[in-house]
């Protein structure tokens, strides 16, 4: 059978969510590991991890049993909920890479700010930092984010913001995610195309006459 017939389709198809499920698996197994570890306290954090592998073990499942089966609308269903996927992750992978520092101490100040106090307190623990950043139009929030500070270096009186630390490494670590987002995304748009022209090819084993 040349590569590219009905059962390389659907052995390539069948890979490529076994590799899916393994990474939501791993996403769920990293989580718990965090959370039994107390490497990470929030609740949200730890939940949104989770959600995540959920999610994309479920879509692995259901493109896993359509592969197998040659369920019509399953294999639909798969490849219209990837594709909307491949497109939030390009989106998010393409910012990340186009974002400057300006629009990353921006992104700093939002995402503190929803952040809950545990979470803050954690954070600031694992950087042995406290606060954000000590700007004008944050003043308030910082000076009550140093007076909840837990970590070592408040002892000595010598802590550096954690907006500061987060910087110095934000620009790399922006660049890895959207390069892992956009390898992802492009394995993504790889099986909506292999969902695809599976779907529209003939079982051998089926009624020749039958079209599926």
Not at 104 to 131: F, H, P, Y
């Amino acid at each position: 059978m040349v590569c590219g017939g009905f059962t390389c389709s659907k052995n390539a198809l069948c890979s490529l969510n076994v590799v899916y499920m393994l990474v939501g698996l791993l996403l769920i197994g990293v989580a718990a590991w965090g959370k039994g570890f107390g490497i990470v306290s929030s609740i949200h954090i730890i939940g949104g991890v989770i959600a995540v592998g959920v999610f994309l073990l479920l879509i692995a499942v259901v493109g896993l049993i359509g592969a197998i089966n040659h369920h019509q609308v399953m294999l639909f269903f798969y490849m219209v909920i990837l594709f909307l996927v491949f497109l939030f992750q390009f989106g998010v992978s393409c910012s990340c890479l186009a974002i400057n520092r300006d629009q990353q101490v921006k992104l700093l100040n939002s995402t503190w700010g929803i952040m809950g106090n545990a979470t803050r307190q954690d954070l600031e623990t694992r950087l042995n930092c406290c606060g954000l950043l000590n700007t004008t139009e944050a003043q308030a929030q910082f000076l009550n984010d140093v007076g909840a500070c837990h970590a070592e270096c408040k002892l000595k009186a010598s802590c550096h913001t954690c907006g500061e630390k987060m910087l110095q490494h934000s620009t790399e670590a922006l660049q890895i995610l959207g390069g892992v987002g956009l390898f992802f995304s492009f394995t993504e748009i790889l099986g909506v195309w292999l969902a695809v022209r599976y779907r529209n090819q003939k079982d051998p084993r089926a009624n020749p006459s039958a079209f599926l």
